[in-house]
């Protein structure tokens, strides 16, 4: 399966932020897209999640022969800023969603064996989720995509304020999802897209550029790609 984004573009006014953009992602990986704050990844997530009206071009998913539209149930979207109803404990919550998805998700599972699995502690599970940490809140949005299993996982810098053990089991959390699906994680650290990501992605200037992953290990082409980044605040 490829996820095929087709000349897009977006504008805010006079500034033109995705530039008749063309890119392939294939399924079984995770992709790093690289920029820096501003350049515009959130941007290109909102058009892709259909949250933000694109001004030109398409996106559409290829399996085999056959082309098809991205419909809502294939997207899976992690936001850097966790969004969960508050009001609701991570139990209910749960419940909530897997009720509301009765007879859609595959061989369902008992709530807890879900909490355990994204290592949520039994003396949090009932609490409200207005207690949670951003950290928290962060793998209950990562658990609802892992029960949904969506064709393509957009997931917005959702690492950055973690501490570094909850950000070690979500980067070993995603490299057990990736078989099937495509994993779009955009990033501006340069590192941890080189560590956790198959493939990486500039977003520079508005446009996608695919980077030769082995080159990374070179200091000169690191300092190349900085450079690059460097010119997009210019």
Do not use: W
């Not at 504008?11 to 932020?17: A, G, L, N």
């Not at 994993?183 to 520079?204: P, Q």
């Amino acid at each position: 399966m490829n996820f095929i984004i087709d000349h897009l573009s977006k504008s805010f006014e006079t500034k033109k932020v995705l530039r008749d953009i063309n890119f392939t992602f294939e399924s079984g990986k995770i992709y790093g897209l690289l920029g820096r704050n501003g350049a515009g990844k959130t941007t290109l997530f909102n058009c892709l999640n259909k949250d933000m009206k694109a001004d030109g071009g398409s996106f559409y998913l290829e399996e085999g022969a056959s082309r098809r539209d991205v419909v809502p149930d294939d997207i899976g979207y992690v936001l850097s800023t966790p969004t969960v109803p508050e009001f609701l404990t991570g139990r209910e919550f749960l419940k909530f969603f897997l009720d509301i998805h009765e007879g859609e998700i595959e061989n369902p599972m008992p709530l807890d064996a879900y909490f355990d699995f994204m290592s949520i502690e039994p003396e949090d599970r009932d609490k409200l989720m207005k207690t949670y940490s951003h950290g928290m809140k962060n793998k209950m949005q990562m658990l609802i995509n892992v029960i949904a299993r969506p064709n393509i996982l957009l997931l917005d810098e959702p690492l950055t304020s973690l501490d570094v053990v909850m950000a070690e089991e979500m980067k070993e959390l995603l490299r057990s999802l990736k078989t099937d699906r495509i994993t779009i994680f955009s990033t501006h650290l340069l590192d941890l897209a080189v560590d956790l990501c198959d493939e990486i992605v500039l977003l520079s200037h508005g446009e996608l550029e695919s980077v030769d992953k082995s080159n990374l290990d070179d200091q000169e082409f690191k300092e190349k790609i900085i450079a690059a980044l460097k010119e997009e605040s210019l």
